[in-house]
């Protein structure tokens, strides 16, 4: 199964920008529908944005279309959330996810995790 580490977290003031990025193990990652989720303290986790394997559909959660872009790069086994725009309810710890079966099974119940990485936007 393919291993996933994301990185790119950091504390950026509202209205500032970060890429996260998810390294993925394998020679199988061109394979896979990835997407990212996120999960604030106290919250549940919730979904944010996914990609298809050939990177052509992409879907948003409502509460960051027209801020955030989901895109990949096969060559270098990654996937990456450009994050523009950024609130402070932004803050939360963001999770990769990929699975082979697609797009439409990243958005609901994912197979394989990356172990997060922490993003804080302070006002």
């Known amino acids: 199964q393919v291993q996933l580490v994301e990185s790119g977290g950091g504390l950026v003031q509202a209205g500032g920008s970060l890429r996260l990025s998810c390294a993925a193990s394998?020679?199988?990652?061109?394979?896979?529908?990835m997407g990212w989720f996120r999960q604030a303290p106290g919250k549940e986790r919730e979904f944010v944005a996914a990609?298809?394997?050939?990177?052509?559909?992409?879907y948003y959660a409502d509460s960051v279309k027209g801020r955030f872009t989901i895109s990949r790069d096969n060559a270098k086994n990654t996937v990456y959330l450009q994050m523009n725009s950024l609130k402070p309810e932004d803050t939360a710890v963001y999770y990769c996810?990929?699975?082979?079966?697609?797009?439409?099974?990243?958005?609901?119940?994912?197979?394989?995790w990356g172990q997060g990485t922490q993003v804080t936007v302070s006002s």
């Open positions: 996810a990929g699975d082979i079966r697609g797009i439409l099974a990243v958005t609901g119940t994912p197979k394989n």
């Open positions: 394998g020679r199988t990652f061109s394979s896979y529908a």
């Open positions: 990609i298809s394997w050939s990177g052509i559909s992409t």
